[in-house]
């Protein structure tokens, strides 16, 4: 069974680093593309960045300079580290499986 | 970037009956290897988005057969028939042909 899990605080200072982990279980990190893809309260999808399967990363252009994606395989985790953090960085993440299976998404609150 | 616009915006459904939802791409998301990289998601109220349709027409595991898609290389509908109630909430259509990967901005559904 497929599973994503992702993890950490749910406060932030402002241009303070968020560091997220998704933890999966039921794949191996080596067989599907992980992506990050955000969503501030009542707001739509925004595709963050990802890990592809040979350990590669694509980000979103918009926030590539703040933005870091990597893996721990054998831990079976995808960490996001993003910095500089300002409130409309507030939002759900998301840890998505090439969109085919996506975790519970975590609430990151940034405060000023 | 390539642009997801949805239509419409909103839709009210007796159930039973059928809906359409539209999503037009400002680009061609026909590969040359033949597959059309458009995908449809259902966020249900308070959820994370779930996979509906793979590669513009392809049903994902456990989907019900209610749910169809179809389309050109720019154009694409998403079908369900006879609407239950668990099928309320917001769908998105999305496309993973290219980076960054993009979302339409939603279409909400509700039951009369």
């Known amino acids: 069974q497929v599973q994503l899990k992702e993890s950490g605080p749910g406060l932030v200072q402002a241009s303070e680093t968020l560091s997220l982990t998704c933890t999966v279980s039921?794949?191996?990190?080596?067989?599907?593309?992980v992506s990050w893809v955000r969503q501030p309260p009542g707001k739509g999808l925004e595709w963050m960045g990802r890990?592809?399967?040979?350990?590669?990363?694509d980000y979103n252009s918009a926030l590539k300079s703040r933005l870091s994606i990597s893996r721990d395989t054998s831990k079976s985790q995808v960490l996001l580290k993003m910095n500089s953090l300002q409130t409309e960085d507030t939002a759900i993440y998301y840890c998505?499986?090439?969109?085919?299976?996506w975790g519970q998404g975590v609430m990151v609150t940034v405060s000023s | 970037d390539i642009v997801m616009t949805q239509a419409p915006l909103s839709v009210s459904v007796t159930p039973g009956e059928s809906a359409s939802i539209s999503c037009r791409s400002s680009?061609?998301?026909?590969?040359?290897?033949?597959?059309?990289?458009v995908y449809w998601y259902l966020q249900k109220p308070g959820k994370s988005p779930q996979l509906l349709i793979y590669?513009?027409?392809n049903l994902a595991s456990g989907v019900p057969d209610r749910f169809s898609g179809s389309g050109s290389e720019t154009d694409f509908t998403l079908k369900i028939s006879r609407v239950e109630a668990e099928d309320v909430g917001i769908y998105y259509c999305?496309?993973?042909?290219?980076?960054?990967?993009?979302f339409g901005a939603g279409t909400k559904l509700e039951l009369k």
């Open positions: 998505t499986a090439d969109t085919y299976y």
């Open positions: 039921g794949f191996s990190l080596t067989s599907y593309h």
């Open positions: 890990i592809r399967s040979g350990g590669s990363t």
């Open positions: 680009k061609s998301l026909l590969h040359s290897n033949g597959i059309t990289y």
């Open positions: 590669r513009m027409s």
């Open positions: 999305g496309q993973l042909l290219e980076n960054p990967l993009t």
